[in-house]
T-cell receptor, first 116, second 116 residues
């Protein structure tokens, strides 16, 4: 069955430093997509970055990069030069072709707190 | 481009009452999703529409929840009667394409429901 695991319930990082949020996934499908979303205290889910299973390069979007290790089934999010506004919940999610709906399966999230 | 709109943002009701949530997806997006996010967890898909047809409602408690997407645009999610365990944030998302592992979902601000 498809599954996303985020083992870090909470993390601290000093402002301007880099931080890595862990995500491992489980699927038997060869074609799948991995996503990271940010959820501030206001509640909306903000799309950050996407990695396709066939993409050879790690995805990058500004200060966000995805460390994709296919053999290990991990898709860690790296945030460089942390800012106070990065304090939020971060969710890793996956969708694959195991069922016709291609629904997103979310992990339980990691709460990141950026210290000034 | 306007994002996904949802209303109301907050709702407080007594158990056994009914409630309805409204969602307007991003213009031109074919797929629409309703998620339930219980406090401390990642979102869980309730129902997915492709235009105005249902693709996946396997996790929708159909004895009390109903949803429709008329004319393939706006959608309404209803709960009748509500239970205490329905207290959650209800998120609406839309996607541009008709499925596929790489179709990014964009979320609205959510409706926070409290059932007393």
């Amino acid at each position: 069955a498809q599954k996303i695991t985020q083992t870090q319930p909470g993390m601290f990082v000093q402002e301007k430093e880099a931080v890595t949020l862990d995500c491992t996934y489980d699927t038997s499908d060869q074609s799948y997509g991995l996503f990271w979303y940010k959820q501030p205290s206001s509640g909306e889910m903000i799309f950050l970055i996407y990695q396709g299973s066939y993409d050879e390069q790690n995805a990058t979007e500004g200060r966000y990069s995805l460390n994709f290790q296919k053999a290990r089934k991990s898709a860690n999010l790296v945030i460089s030069a942390s800012q106070l506004g990065d304090s939020a919940m971060y969710f890793c999610a996956m969708r694959d072709g195991m069922d016709s709906s291609y629904k997103l399966i979310f992990g339980s999230g990691t709460r990141l707190l950026v210290r000034p | 481009e306007a994002g996904v709109a949802q209303s109301p943002r907050y709702k407080i009701i007594e158990k056994r009452q009914s409630v309805a949530f409204w969602c307007n997806p991003i213009s031109g997006h074919a797929t629409l999703y309703w998620y339930q996010q219980i406090l401390g967890q990642g979102p869980k898909l309730l129902i997915q529409f492709q235009n105005n047809g249902v693709v996946d409602d396997s996790q929708l408690p159909k004895d009390r929840f109903s949803a429709e997407r008329l004319k393939g645009v706006d959608s309404t999610l209803k709960i009748q009667p509500a239970k205490l365990e329905d207290s959650a944030v209800y998120l609406c998302a839309s996607g541009k394409y008709d499925g596929g592992a790489g179709d990014t979902q964009y979320f609205g601000p959510g409706t926070r429901l409290t059932v007393l």
